[in-house]
């Protein structure tokens, strides 16, 4: 990279060159000293010229290195120190590992949301500051977390900046899941063992108005709810097993034995169609978006990690 020394150095050249290119097109020009100027006590009282140093500022010690970003080691040290204490019981390994991940997603997200345009105000920054100090209960209150946080003033904004920053950028990411959307509505049986749920599979392969049956079954099973599973969206079960199981039914079919860490299922799709999204399963899929998006764009990017 070019210093600035270089580059003061490259227009002061071209300064001379062009003073020079003036007195050689002049050559009428007397440029001899006139009386006045070949006084000594003239010149005498001139000032000497003096030399500005340039001062080149010291780079901060980086704990990572995103995209050629730096995330400066009192930032890493300060985080890993507010992650142990809120996770005593979590091992060195692990608490490193939490923090570099969540570091590297904060600065991938604040790039982004640069890169499509956002820019953060310093009266909004201010504000949101504002609201911390009196959240925090006044400024007295709020330097005394700051100390006790590992942070001082500057510090936090600029943390709260690129923290902002990166909220925007999720946020962006969060929208794109529609609140409504293709689901299934189904009902289930859980059994504790193969040999029984394959008995009552068997049973309904053999009868025509099995839906009736298995839902009479659903109820002796589970009284409170008749295992009815609600409405939900691909990829929202926290069972794979039986995302994967429903994923091609239709409306009126019924899973094979299904085995999972919870049992052996079998489940039976009431209805499939365009649904509105429930608070929780728009909030699952918005942080399914949100990882899936920085796990591309991690793939895309360089980063250096020097905490050792």
Known sequence: ?????????????????SLVLVSCQTGAVDLSPTPEQADPSLTASLPEPTLTPTVTPTPEPAALQVNGEVVPIWRYEGELARYQAAYPEAGPAEARAAVIDALVAETLLAQAARENGFTL????????LEELVAAAG????????????HFDREQFTRALRSSMEASWQRDQIAASV???????HARQILFDRRETADQYY???????NFSEVFE???????????????????????????????????????????ETELGYHIVYVIERGLHPLSPDARLTLQRAAVEAWLQERLGQSQVEDFTG
């Open 178 to 184: 529609p609140e409504e959307m293709e689901q299934i």
């Open 121 to 128: 105000s310093e009266e909004d920054l201010q504000a949101r």
């Open 138 to 149: 006044g400024e007295q209150a709020f330097e005394a977390w700051l100390a006790q946080n």
């Open 1 to 17: 990279m070019t210093s600035r020394r270089s580059i003061s150095l490259f227009f002061v050249l071209i300064l001379i060159s």
């Open 202 to 208: 068997q049973r309904y392969q053999n009868v025509s």
């Open 216 to 258: 009479n079954h659903a109820w002796q099973f589970d009284p409170l709810t008749g295992g009815d599973l609600g409405w939900f969206p691909p990829g929202y079960l926290t069972v794979p097993e039986l995302d994967q199981a429903l994923a091609s039914l239709q409306a009126g079919q019924l899973t094979s034995v299904v």
